[in-house]
């Protein structure tokens, strides 16, 4: 079992920056995609960014340029960070594990999830 605990949201003014964190416990000998995905109360989850087994990244266009997902090369920290921050990006910001070789932002292929993370961004 995967346990993951999310980090770093808070608010933050338009055009700013922020650093979410992911730190995963409970099978660090099983190599897993991760991703991070958003959810307001007016709409669906969303996947954000993704990083396969391999270091290939994934991410929705609407923050293509502006976010950057990483990770420690142990595995064990998974990494958003987020520049230009808009209003838009308001929400909920989960992160998602699969033992897969790669995984993109579909929410069906992630068994593993965090509790969230609040990102609030003012004008």
């Known amino acids: 079992q995967v346990q993951l605990v999310e980090s770093g949201g808070g608010s933050v003014q338009s055009g700013g920056s922020l650093r979410l964190s992911c730190e995963t416990s409970g099978n660090r000998y099983t190599k897993h995609c991760m991703g991070w995905f958003r959810q307001t109360p007016e709409k669906e989850r969303e996947g954000v960014a993704s990083i396969d087994v391999d270091g290939s990244t994934t991410y929705a266009e609407s923050v293509k340029g502006r976010f950057t997902i990483s990770q420690e090369p142990d595995g064990n920290t998974l990494y958003l960070q987020m520049d230009d921050i808009q209003h838009d990006d308001t929400a909920m910001y989960f992160c998602?594990?699969?033992?897969?070789?790669?995984?993109?932002?579909?929410?069906?292929?992630?068994?593993?999830w965090g509790q969230g993370t609040q990102v609030t961004v003012s004008s």
């Open positions: 998602a594990g699969a033992r897969f070789l790669s995984c993109g932002l579909s929410n069906e292929q992630y068994p593993y």
